[in-house]
């Protein structure tokens, strides 16, 4: 889960080893392996709900947050609130305006003890987060 433009579904293509292709996710989108929420759902106070509702389906949650983001949508210690394991992803980290260390830094303010570093188009960490997630 992550705020709209994070790379949500970019990095759902890239885990799934889809050619990468733009796809704006207007509704929960279920494969085997990985539910894709839409960014509107930590956005929106009325929707964020949902998104409780979804971890508890899943095995891992991933909290997602672009390296050049301005802003963070989680607020502390949310990680706390659901009984899942939440790992933390810091997309877009090739981008010019890029600031890692900052998103990286966010997400830990959230709880997450794991925090993977990826590039989602050119496939830098996919990797290890599959790894992981294996």
């Not at 830990?108 to 590039?119: A, D, H, M, R, Y």
Request: aromatic share 6%.
């Amino acid at each position: 889960m992550g705020r709209s433009t994070a790379g949500k579904t970019t990095l759902t293509q890239a885990l799934r080893g889809e050619v990468i292709h733009k796809d704006k996710t207007q509704a929960v989108q279920y494969h085997s392996d990985i539910i894709d929420t839409p960014g509107e759902y930590t956005q929106v106070t009325h929707l964020v709900c949902a998104l409780a509702t979804y971890a508890y389906e899943a095995d891992v949650v991933g909290l997602v947050m672009a390296a050049n983001e301005t802003y963070s949508v989680y607020p502390p210690n949310i990680t706390c609130s659901v009984n899942r394991e939440v790992i933390g992803i810091v997309t877009k980290i090739d981008k010019e305006d890029a600031n890692v260390k900052l998103a990286e830094s966010r997400l830990q303010l959230t709880g997450c003890k794991k925090i993977f570093k990826v590039n989602s188009k050119d496939g830098t960490g996919i990797t290890e987060l599959l790894e992981y997630l294996a």
